[in-house]
């Protein structure tokens, strides 16, 4: 019987192109937040940028994070911190089963090759 961990989960999406970057602004109307909301997400350290202030790039991994944080700010009500946190827990959850994947890939190539 599969477990809830065989079941891919299917989030509605979008394409992004891994050399766009997001202005500020652009990456505040892809969350459908504002401007401010991202400011203050960058000053605590929640979201990350590329270049100096005031000329702050976004790469399509922070859009992904950003809009993860928006959405359990907004669902849950959430603190940012407590978004942040259960974003990190999310992304290192995809990590571990993207591994695993790759691992139990090569062991079965080593076992039908031996």
């Known amino acids: 019987m599969p477990s809830a961990h065989d079941t891919p989960t299917i989030q509605p ?3 992004l192109d891994e050399a766009a970057e997001l202005t500020l602004e652009d990456l505040a109307r892809t ?3 504002a401007p401010g909301w991202v400011s203050e997400r960058l000053e605590a350290g ?3 940028t590329d270049g100096p202030g005031g000329h702050w790039r976004f790469a399509s991994a922070t859009v992904v994070r950003a809009r993860r944080l928006a959405q359990l700010e907004t669902t849950f009500d959430a ?3 407590l978004a ?3 974003a990190d827990l999310i992304e290192e ?3 571990l089963r993207q591994r695993l994947q ?3 890939a090569a062991t079965r190539n ?4 031996g």
């Open 102 to 104: 790759h691992l139990e």
């Open 31 to 33: 969350c459908h937040m």
């Open 110 to 113: 080593g076992l039908a090759r």
């Open 13 to 15: 999406g979008e394409l």
């Open 79 to 81: 603190d940012p911190h």
């Open 93 to 95: 959850v995809a990590r």
């Open 84 to 86: 942040a946190l259960t």
């Open 46 to 48: 929640l979201l990350q």
